[in-house]
């Protein structure tokens, strides 16, 4: 089993910035892409962000050039920095763990309240 904890969180103004961190324990051998999605009051869960064990990204286009996710392996741990939020940022932002076996697990985080205000 994995567990997946998310934090850093909060409440900021507009074009402020947030850094969410996401660690990985227990069986994390077969873990390779870790990503973010979010989910807004109403509204269906997101992507955001996703990172290889290697360091590869993608972003969703709403927050490219905005966001920027990194990786500590030693850690199992990813940060995702978010610069210039905006209040559509406003979202409970999940982190998931995936593996890379067949047929492949996710793990969800709990969640993590991130409030921009205008």
């Known amino acids: 089993q994995v567990q997946v904890v998310e934090s850093g969180g909060g409440l900021v103004q507009a074009g402020e910035s947030l850094r969410l961190s996401c660690t990985a324990s227990?069986?994390?051998?077969?873990?390779?892409?870790m990503s973010w999605y979010r989910q807004a009051p109403g509204k269906q869960r997101e992507f955001v962000a996703i990172?290889?064990?290697?360091?590869?990204?993608a972003y969703a286009d709403s927050v490219k050039g905005r966001f920027t996710l990194s990786r500590d392996n030693a850690k199992n741990t990813v940060y995702l920095q978010m610069n210039s939020l905006k209040p559509e940022d406003t979202a409970v932002y999940y982190c998931k763990a995936s593996t890379d076996s067949r047929p492949r697990y996710d793990y969800w985080g709990q969640g993590t309240q991130v409030t921009v205000s205008a």
């Open positions: 990172i290889s064990l290697g360091g590869t990204t």
């Open positions: 227990g069986m994390t051998n077969s873990i390779n892409p």
